[in-house]
């Protein structure tokens, strides 16, 4: 067992894991924070998406162990006191998800693309969206509210109306 230390959504954490272990689980198990989902184990589907020392990882990818001294954000961190994150804003106005389980890995990977261009060509909107499965297959309204974000991104005074 090797402890290590984690800065996850902004709080420290010092955990002990055995070196086999997988992030996913240490922030899902040991920290609680059980918005990171499991899905495929395989790195295909974008359900344990986060984001690590300022990109997107997907956790069940990586060791722990490796991971030490990194800062993390989950989707419990995207939100702030002020309110929902635009992205968060423009998939709930465009009716972007439907059991959810994927909208963790879409909302991150869709503000890391925004992070770095917030008018992003369709073909980088897609590219984005590639590496998170959506099971119940709504990628036409993923599509658009990523739009919508990257709209957003560019008017920065204009917030999406809640249905
Ligand atoms: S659970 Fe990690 S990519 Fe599917
Ligand atoms: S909304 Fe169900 S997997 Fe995407």
Not at 19 to 38: F, K, S
Not at 114 to 129: C, G, M, N, Q, V
Not at 139 to 153: E, G, K, P, Q, W
């Amino acid at each position: 067992m090797q402890p290590i230390r984690l800065t996850v959504n902004g709080d420290k954490h010092e955990v002990t894991v055995d070196p086999r272990d997988l992030l996913v689980y240490v922030i899902r198990e040991r920290i609680g924070l059980t918005g990171t989902n499991v899905g495929c184990l395989t790195g295909d589907c974008g359900a344990c998406t986060v984001t690590l020392d300022g990109r997107t990882a997907k956790s069940c990818s990586v060791l722990a162990v490796t991971a030490d001294g990194s800062e993390i954000r989950t989707i419990e961190g995207l939100a702030s006191p002020a309110g929902l994150d635009p992205v968060q804003e423009a998939f709930w106005k465009e009716n972007g998800f439907q059991c959810g389980y994927c909208l963790p890995g879409m909302l991150l990977a869709t503000r890391e693309l925004l992070d770095e261009d917030p008018d992003p060509a369709e073909e980088d909107i897609t590219r984005t969206i590639d590496g998170n499965l959506c099971r119940c297959t709504g990628y036409t309204t993923i599509l658009r509210a990523v739009r919508t974000a990257a709209r957003r991104a560019q008017h920065r005074d204009e917030r999406p109306e809640r249905p």
